[in-house]
Antibody
Framework: EVQVLESGGGSIQPGGSLTLSCAASGFAFSSYSMSWVRQAPGKGLEWVSR????????YFGDSVKGRFTISRDNSKNTLYLQMSSLRVEDTALYYC?????????????????WGQGTLVTVSS | SYELIQPPSVSVSPGQTATITCSGYNLRDKYASWYQQKPGQSPVLVIY???ERPAGIPERLSGSNSGNTATLTVIGTQAMDEADYYCLVWDSGTAVFGGGTKLTVL
């Protein structure tokens, strides 16, 4: 059974740093891109970042570019999101999602399995 | 940056057909996926590559993409279909979600 389990969320003051983890199981983790998607309380979904299966390339949404870093350890089947210079507007539930590339479009992906999310609250 | 527009809400009577739209510039040149999210739950993929259904998704959910609009259609809507629905496309290496549509089954 495919599972992804996020952890590491918590309360942090503006300007602080936090690292989220996503432990994957039930599939060949090293063969898949992975992504982070967040959802502010009562709001819609916002894509945060994607990393390739090998970890050699990563991509970010404009709102987090330069502040967040995504990485993975394929030997531990774990995805990470390092967040720094946190802002109040980064408050959200952060989901880890397995990311599948389309068979017919090299630049199209979709998220086929999602975790339950870990909550990050940025507040003074 | 690329934008996707969805109606905030759609209402439908049980057994009727619900149509949720997702509009974006030249959307037909991209592949859309759709996600269903029920209260307190994580999103679930219901449509990918415009019209493909993952295993376990009922046939009454279908998708299409033409012109500037991708559409999620629910035929014979049931109470269990009540949820928020989000469309997603990729543009220049980044993922873009629509604002979401709350489907209410009256």
């Amino acid at each position: 059974e495919v599972q992804v389990l996020e952890s590491g969320g918590g309360s942090i003051q503006p300007g602080g740093s936090l690292t989220l983890s996503c432990a994957a199981s039930g599939f060949a983790f090293s063969s898949y891109s992975m992504s982070w998607v967040r959802q502010a309380p009562g709001k819609g979904l916002e894509w945060v970042s994607r990393i390739t299966s090998s970890g050699d390339s990563s991509y970010f949404g404009d709102s987090v570019k330069g502040r967040f870093t995504i990485s993975r350890d394929n030997s531990k089947n774990t995805l990470y999101l390092q967040m720094s210079s946190l802002r109040v507007e980064d408050t959200a539930l952060y989901y880890c999602a397995r990311t599948i590339r389309s068979r017919t479009s090299y630049t199209t992906y979709y998220f086929d399995f999602w975790g339950q999310g870990t909550l990050v609250t940025v507040s003074s | 940056s690329y934008e996707l527009i969805q109606p905030p809400s759609v209402s439908v009577s049980p057994g009727q057909t619900a149509t949720i739209t997702c509009s974006g510039y030249n959307l037909r040149d991209k592949y859309a996926s759709w996600y269903q999210q029920k209260p307190g739950q994580s999103p679930v993929l219901v449509i990918y590559q415009d019209s493909e259904r993952p295993a376990g998704i009922p046939e009454r959910l279908s998708g299409s993409n033409s012109g500037n609009t991708a559409t999620l259609t629910v035929i014979g809507t049931q109470a269990m279909d009540e949820a928020d629905y989000y469309c997603l496309v990729w543009d220049s290496g980044t993922a873009v979600f629509g604002g979401g549509t709350k489907l209410t089954v009256l």
